[in-house]
């Protein structure tokens, strides 16, 4: 997934009239990310959006809201190159490299994998 780059609108900060509003699923943000194949889907907490080029914080700070299920999910680093995406409640676990450390980032790597995996399945390799 190619991130666009929008020199004017970077740094300004969430709070910031200068954003241009691009509304539900815009260029810039994502109303929620897609975690799995089966569909689980994180919400940002709050109800709003997430921007594709914020830093996904590691360690204690929840960084959104498993939907239906409704439990928090954290990202850990977990060992040298993956960091893992859990769920405090259900327990899903994800895990993705570390280098991918935007919350667009995340999400297009997610996407990329479980493109790979259903063409696995499709082609009787998995
Ligand atoms: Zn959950």
């Known amino acids: 997934m190619e991130l666009i780059e929008d020199k004017n609108w970077r740094g300004k900060g969430p709070e910031s009239d200068a954003i241009p ?7 810039h943000t994502l109303t929620e990310l897609i975690l799995t194949k089966e569909g689980d889907r994180l919400l940002e907490i709050g109800g ?6 914020m830093p ?10 498993h939907k239906y299920c409704g439990g928090l999910v ?4 977990t060992s040298q190159d993956w960091h893992t995406i859990h769920c405090q409640r259900c327990s899903l676990r994800v895990q993705v490299p570390v280098s991918q450390n935007t919350y ?15 063409v696995k399945v499709k082609w009787g390799q998995a």
Do not use: C, F, N
């Not at 509003?21 to 260029?27: D, I, N, P, R």
């Not at 997610?110 to 790979?116: H, P």
């Open 21 to 27: 509003s691009k509304g539900k699923s815009g260029l």
């Open 104 to 118: 667009g980032l995340v999400q297009g790597w997610l996407e990329a994998w479980m493109w790979a995996e259903s």
């Open 56 to 65: 996904v914080p590691v360690g204690g700070t929840a960084i959104g809201q």
């Open 48 to 53: 709003g959006e997430y921007h594709r080029d």
């Open 74 to 77: 954290r990202m850990y680093q």
